[in-house]
């Protein structure tokens, strides 16, 4: 299985900041990875995916980075909504897994 | 508007069995692969699997491997997920997805006597 390492697993910010969030990959997976927020008590919400490209609607403060086994997750300017938990996800190859979670706290 | 909906969670013994289903509406159900995705209380989430357009290929996460079946009646836009011999282990919020884009709300599975 390929074990996505993510990190921080936490971290404190402000508004404003800018915030980085690193996966890293087991073993190669290309740019088959995806990034999710997920608030208490809802479900993930796709930020990004194939690594770099922005779903639909999702503000352009938030970038993705990275190819192989190493991925960020950059949020320009964090705004108050933005307080969550974020994941990345491979789906390059079965199971697909997961990263710990980053969680962005005030 | 894509809308997944899943239902069928509850309380069951360890040892027992639990059908999930996932009705979708908004999309074209047969033209996407579907996934189940589970968070246990407190903690990160989990792949559990997913099945293809017609049914022909499922893949499961090792732990459920021989207890859990998926499946999908494309006439019905719904997707299931029979889940037997259940453990404590499988107690989690269990999330329906269209290609782990769009995701239901989950519905909770407890998993204790």
């Known amino acids: 299985d390929i074990q996505m390492t993510q990190s921080p697993s936490s971290l404190s910010a402000s508004v404003g900041d800018r915030v980085t969030i690193t996966c890293r990959a087991s073993?190669?997976?290309?740019?088959?990875l995806v990034w999710y927020q997920q608030k208490p008590g809802k479900a993930p919400k796709r930020l990004i995916y194939a690594a770099s490209s922005l779903h639909s609607g999702v503000p352009s403060r938030f970038s993705g980075s990275g190819s192989g086994t190493e991925f960020t997750l950059t949020i320009s300017s964090l705004q108050p909504e933005d307080f969550a938990t974020y994941y990345c996800?491979?789906?390059?190859?079965?199971?697909?897994?997961f990263g710990q979670g980053t969680k962005v706290e005030i | 508007e894509v809308q997944l909906v899943e239902s069928g969670g509850g309380l069951v013994q360890p040892g027992g069995s639990l059908r999930l289903s996932c009705a979708a509406s908004g999309f074209t159900f047969n033209d996407y692969w579907m996934d189940w995705v589970r968070q246990a209380p407190g903690k990160g989430l989990e792949w559990v699997a997913n099945i293809n357009q017609d049914g022909s290929e499922k893949y499961f996460v090792d732990s459920v491997k021989g207890r859990f079946t998926i499946s999908r009646d494309n006439a019905k836009n719904s997707l299931y997920l029979q889940m037997n011999s259940l453990r404590a282990e499988d107690t989690a919020v269990y999330y329906c997805a269209r290609a782990l884009v769009y995701w239901g709300q989950g519905t909770l599975v407890t998993v204790s006597s």
């Open positions: 996800l491979q789906h390059n190859s079965y199971p697909r897994t």
């Open positions: 073993q190669g997976i290309r740019n088959d």
